[in-house]
């Protein structure tokens, strides 16, 4: 199964394509600093009955050399940051420089939890978010206390996975990721002087 | 210990000491001075010993290695943090603290533990006021202090006092670092007779000074409510959400404290900085006891020149005819929110003070519970913030309008948002509120729904059409409502005060078509062509198809190719019945339009490349669905020739008529059978012949297809 994933995954691009798509293998990577929610949110995806999902877990990029040839390409990698915490934040975005450029092209995706605490700084929610932006990346907020959220978490995940995978037709990851990228809003409470 | 601390038993104990509400304070102060009594006497309760100890300290004892003070403020502070304080105990606990007796550090431990289990008698507020003009306090103290205030607002037994006191608050807004905080205390404070001119000036100046804060834009926007002709400073009208005063630390140990108390927490005070929605709810239901505490002082005081009748003392909507002119409106306003007889006032009257303090208390409420959790949403009791928001539906149900404060609160939320958290309740709301202007509408409304609709599930997908779709139709029935026919200016929601001319309503409108559109197209093409999303969508363009005739709007916008030829190629008979119905229904539009510039020799309103555009779909449809010609050279989709017939399939131009159609194959074979039911081979082209061709047609229309049958009569 394994080796099936393997090869499914590194010739996504060929001619086999259609026919390995079937065996629904999608390649996740999670990156959190705190690696507190990327466990539950793998729990979740792994129950989803529809697809097999192959969760990575890390801390931080990079990964680890060894194992290196054998490592399949990834489909999608989510960074997941929590925003009461600035070095969350920090890790994150020194993750993003080891990243290969390829990735880029709508198969990278942000998640942020305890968006709504009152202990975030609003520079610190804008600051994600135009990072998102300046990579044209989807942003998701999450419910990470509830098991609801979590699930709609994994819901929505599995959307862009599928994507990012090639598994709709007529749909690219680079259209999607044009689509759900994030934007940096205007400041609302200004108040407007027209 | 807890049938002595609990003073407020005894007053809720007995409902007649509540109803009655005249003899209601006498006789409150006389069950306590009773209750001190009987204490005295129970010289073991350490508690009250330690209160006694705080009653009578000398001032200038030391703190330091004081064993015996450290540990009745240890006693207290466990009492409060576990079960609150009573009245008593806060008057004594404040009366310690804010006269320094022990000096600063004291004084802020003292005020961060003031939880009150029941009420905060307004003398121990006063008596602070008093100590706070003598001004030794360092001023972090008294932001603490004003923040506590603030926070425990809603369970001062009464305010009459404190509005006597009016002036002397006001006197601390020239200090810079307690402005925010004053303002937001006198804005709950303000009535008519507080505006004064020089209070105004004063504010004024203060804003040249600081700037356009949104403290002092606040109050002055409620000034000039009371006296629109001393404040003539143009307000705008989307503010900051109110006054941002959290006290979290308070909030949360109030929180704890009411929730332990539970049944034991007089049932006559509900707070609107609380989570607990299902309290706030039963609470408002009983509005007329909260009042009786808070406004009874207002009758008898002798400086009032007109008699007020407060809310509470209404019992039947007779009454409230009677006293429409002298209403006095509740201190707290979210209360309005849960009696029906306050929606009628409220409707009818149009008091601007009333809603825009309704406004104020829901912007303040609904982003300390959606917006600013102490702990990311793991405490929020979904079923009360379920009911709350049902409430708040219920109400601009009631009142047909969007309050601008949800408005705002949206717009922040759904950037926040996992698109699953109370949903439906938050696609209701999202589908009341008023007409967005078309400059701002991407940025507040598009940009944060497309990222939740391009990565959400179907159902999402669906919810938000059928959303968008209910705010369309609502934004139209505004639009037929208050359209001024002379100069077709319409002013939307007058209480937000919108103006709009025809032509911005318009604009929005198409913004919001438009968009719908693309959101359509593309979410077709990544769902699949799901049917139950293309179902929703088609709703959606009933509505659309309909602006002209059904609510005098002079816009037709067509749909889409995105959502037109998934509709027409459908699998599904319903929705390529349900498109000929919508493009029946354009026909109609458009033809009245017509004939409308035609009598009234006015310029066209609607644009020539929409007659084109529905001329184009037309045929395209006749010549699919009827005359069995599949490309016409200037249908749009355009197929090569040799690819179609490569593909093998015989007579391929057949293949979307209305018996070779994959939605209607199956009604031509059963027709067939009914037709010929000897015939053993079935030929759907003999249906083709013009006597079974009318047969067939009317067996269609038979089956419950009226959307064919209205658009192949209308051709």
Redesign the interface.
């Known amino acids: 199964n394994r080796f099936k994933s393997f090869f499914c995954s590194s010739s996504r691009a060929g001619c086999y394509h259609q026919v390995l798509c079937s065996l629904s293998v999608f390649l996740l990577q999670l990156v959190e600093n705190e690696e507190q929610f990327q466990q539950s949110l793998a729990d979740a995806l792994v129950e989803e009955s529809s697809v097999i999902v192959n969760v990575r877990l890390a801390k931080s990029l990079p990964v680890p050399t060894e194992n290196e040839t054998s490592r399949p390409r990834i489909d999608l990698v989510v960074f997941i940051i929590n925003l ?1 915490s600035e070095l969350s934040f920090e890790s994150a975005e020194a993750s993003l420089k080891y990243l290969d450029c390829g990735y880029f092209l709508g198969k990278v995706c942000f998640l ?7 202990s975030v700084p609003a520079e610190r ?1 804008d600051a994600v978010r135009k990072l998102a932006a300046l990579f044209h990346c ?9 098991a ?2 979590v699930a ?2 994994a ?2 995940l599995l ?2 996975l599928k ?1 990012a995978a090639g598994h ?4 690219t990851s680079l259209y ?1 990721s044009i ?5 940096v ?2 400041d ?6 027209d | 210990m807890a049938a002595t601390l609990n003073l407020s038993g005894l007053t809720d104990s007995d409902p007649g000491l509540n109803d009655q509400s005249a003899s209601s304070r006498s006789s409150n102060r006389s069950l306590r001075i009773a209750e001190r009594d009987r204490r005295k006497n129970e010289a073991e309760d350490p508690f009250a010993l330690a209160l006694k100890y705080f009653s009578d300290v000398e001032a200038g004892t030391p703190v330091i290695g004081n064993d015996q003070f450290e540990n009745n403020l240890v006693l207290v502070e466990t009492v409060a943090y576990s079960k609150g304080l009573p009245p008593e105990g806060i008057s004594i606990m404040l009366e310690f603290a804010m006269s320094l007796r022990m000096g600063n550090s004291p004084c802020v431990r003292v005020l961060k533990c003031l939880i009150p289990a029941t009420v905060v008698p307004q003398e121990a507020v006063v008596r602070a006021v008093v100590w706070l003009c003598v001004g030794k306090i360092p001023i972090s103290s008294q932001v603490l202090f004003i923040k506590w205030v603030l926070t425990v607002f809603d369970l001062i037994d009464a305010k009459d006092q404190l509005r006597a006191i009016y002036g002397f608050i006001f006197n601390f807004v020239t200090e810079e670092n307690l402005c925010p905080f004053i303002c937001h205390l006198l804005y709950l404070l303000t009535r008519k007779e507080s505006v004064q001119i020089f209070r105004v000036r004063k504010l004024l100046e203060l804003q040249s000074k600081l700037g ?1 804060q ?1 403290f002092l ?1 606040y109050l002055l926007s409620l000034y000039r409510v009371f006296c629109p002709e001393l404040v003539t400073l143009s307000i ?6 109110g006054f941002r005063n ?1 006290n ?1 630390p308070w909030k949360s140990a109030l929180i704890a404290v009411q929730k332990k108390n539970g049944s034991q927490v007089s049932p006559t005070i509900s707070l609107p900085f609380m989570t607990n929605s299902r309290k706030r709810k039963h609470r408002h239901l009983e509005i007329p006891k909260l009042c009786s505490v808070v406004n009874k002082p207002a009758q008898t005081e002798p400086s009032f020149s007109r008699k007020v009748v407060p809310f509470m003392q209404l019992n039947s909507f007779t009454e409230l005819l009677e006293n429409l002119h002298r209403i006095e409106l509740p201190a707290q306003m979210g209360s309005l929110l849960a009696s029906s007889m306050a929606l009628h006032y409220l409707d009818c009257v149009q008091d601007e003070s009333a809603l825009l303090r309704l406004n104020f208390w829901l912007g303040y409420t609904l982003h300390e519970e ?9 405490s929020q009791d ?1 079923d009360e913030a379920q009911q709350f928001l049902n409430k708040l539906l219920f109400t601009q149900d009631f009142l047909q309008e969007g309050f601008s404060a949800t408005e ?1 609160f949206l ?2 939320f759904l ?7 109370l949903r439906p309740q938050i696609l209701s709301l999202l589908s009341n509120i008023p007409v967005v202007p078309s400059l701002k509408i991407g ?2 409304l598009f ?2 729904l ?2 939740l609709f ?4 179907v159902f999402f997908k669906c919810g938000l059409i059928e959303c968008l779709n209910n705010m369309l139709s609502k934004w139209l029935s505004w639009h037929t409502v208050y359209a001024l026919e002379d100069d077709l200016d319409i002013s939307l929601n007058s209480h937000t005060s919108i103006n709009m001319t025809l032509s911005e309503f318009k604009d929005s409108v198409m913004e919001l078509v438009h968009f719908v559109g693309r959101l359509a197209s ?1 979410g077709l ?2 769902e ?1 062509y799901h049917s139950l999303l293309l179902s929703f969508i088609l709703d959606f363009y009933e509505t659309v198809c309909d602006t002209f005739v059904k609510y005098e709007l002079p816009l037709i916008v067509m749909p889409p190719a995105g959502v037109f030829y998934p509709a027409l190629f459908a699998t599904e008979p319903v929705s390529v019945d349900r498109l000929a119905y919508i493009m029946y229904r354009y026909k109609v539009n458009l033809t009245s339009a017509k004939l409308d510039i035609k009598q009234k020799m006015k310029a066209s309103h609607i644009s020539r490349q929409t007659f084109y555009e529905f001329n184009h779909y037309k045929a395209i449809m006749v010549n699919c669905l009827w005359n069995s010609k599949m490309s016409e050279p200037d249908m749009g989709l355009q197929l090569k020739e040799e690819l179609l017939c490569k593909s093998n399939i015989p007579e391929y131009w057949k293949s979307f008529d209305l018996i070779n159609h994959p939605a209607f194959m199956s009604c031509a074979i059963d027709f067939h059978r009914k037709c010929w039911p000897r015939k053993r081979n079935v030929d759907l082209n003999s249906i083709k012949l013009s006597r079974p061709w009318t047969w067939y047609l009317q067996y269609l229309y038979s089956q419950g297809y009226n959307g064919l049958k209205q658009f192949v009569s209308s051709m």
């Open positions: 009461t942020v939890t305890n968006a709504r605490s009152v929610l989807p942003l998701l907020f999450v419910e990470d206390q509830t609801d959220g709609s978490a819901e929505r959307t862009i994507v709709v037709p007529i749909t999607m689509l759900a990228q994030c934007t809003p205007p609302i409470d200004q108040p407007s002087f | 356009r949104p834009l705008p009208s989307r503010m900051r959400s959290h979290s959606f917006l600013f959790n102490s702990d990311g949403g793991a979904l705002a717009y922040k950037r926040v948002w996992d698109g699953s958290l940025r507040l940009e944060p497309m990222q391009f990565t959400s599930s593309v093409q990544l699949s």
